[in-house]
């Protein structure tokens, strides 16, 4: 659907990378590696985002290092969008509010880490979270979305340690107390 709006690929994975999670950072080399892509274009697609504000860059020894500018006035708008695109949006409404128990929804994995992937990983938050619900709900969301889903539920305490070993985790709900 996006790549019908946005025809640069590289482009693409450059918004995933950086406004799915808007504390991730990364440099040229690293991207380069991660997207199996030439430096060449990779760097003229960071300028023209960094050009345009949407990006922002700090020099650390010899690597320029690249970050969302979550002040950007459409920061917002292309997070929400890439969620949609990604289909955790739809995750999160379907899913979230109907599960019980449930206190907190963190996206992990590689979405977390800002890449696309046709697996979505969670992690859900809660106590006594009716997994056969979720279970029902998931089978009827991953043909919609395109993607499977993998999910992953700890309590509030459990979830503390997880969050130690697993640091690059996104919040995408929390239940209003």
Same mark, same amino acid.
């Given at each position: ?34 997207? &199996?892509?030439?430096?060449? &274009? ?33 920061? &917002? ?31 992990? &994995? ?68």
């Amino acid at each position: 659907m996006l790549q019908t709006l946005i025809t640069s690929k590289t482009r693409l994975l450059l918004l995933l990378k950086f406004f799915l999670n808007s504390s991730t950072t990364s440099w040229l080399r690293d991207l380069e590696a991660e997207f &199996g892509e030439s430096t060449n &274009g990779i760097r003229l697609e960071l300028k023209h985002l960094e050009g345009a504000g949407m990006l922002t860059s700090e020099v650390n020894g010899n690597k320029k290092i690249y970050r969302a500018n979550t002040k950007h006035p459409l920061f &917002g708008d292309i997070h929400r969008l890439l969620l949609k695109h990604t289909g955790i949006d739809q995750i999160v409404d379907r899913v979230a509010e109907k599960l019980g128990g449930l206190s907190q929804v963190w996206l992990t &994995g590689s979405f977390a880490r800002g890449l696309d992937n046709p697996v979505i990983d969670i992690l859900l938050v809660g106590e006594e979270i009716d997994t056969d619900y979720l279970l029902n709900l998931i089978s009827k969301v991953e043909p919609v979305i395109n993607r499977k889903i993998r999910f992953l539920i700890l309590s509030e305490t459990e979830k503390e340690n997880y969050m130690t070993k697993n640091p690059q985790a996104l919040l995408i709900w929390e239940k209003l107390q």
